[in-house]
């Protein structure tokens, strides 16, 4: 498994930016597909987004398609959340992940509250 650190969450406007940051621990994040998910208060933890292993390969949840973008840095071992249009439906605590090749994911960071204010 790999540690997890994210930052970056606080109260914005509705259709204002924000970035997220998640910084990885160890040597190994290459090797580990990384992704975003959020949970609103009442609600399931929901999928928004994945880059690959070498960040050629993107997916979103359709609810963010279009306005956020994930992106990673190998040298930094962080992986960024870019955040825009935002809606009061994007408040939630957001948790970064991380997953080997073929595996589901099971290293998760702490969280860090997004709220949108309309």
């Known amino acids: 498994q790999v540690q997890l650190v994210e930052s970056g969450g606080r109260l914005v406007q509705a259709g204002g930016s924000l970035r997220l940051s998640c910084v990885a621990s160890g040597r190994t994040f290459s090797t580990y597909a990384m992704g975003w998910f959020r949970q609103a208060p009442g609600k399931e933890r929901e999928f928004v987004a994945e880059i690959s292993l070498s960040g050629a390969w993107t997916t979103y949840a359709d609810s963010v398609k279009g306005r956020f973008t994930i992106s990673r840095d190998s040298a930094k071992n962080t992986v960024y959340l870019q955040m825009g249009s935002l809606k009061p439906e994007d408040t939630a605590v957001y948790y970064c992940?991380?997953?080997?090749?073929?595996?589901?994911?099971?290293?998760w960071g702490q969280g860090t509250q997004v709220t949108v204010s309309s």
């Open positions: 992940a991380a997953r080997a090749r073929g595996s589901e994911y099971d290293s």
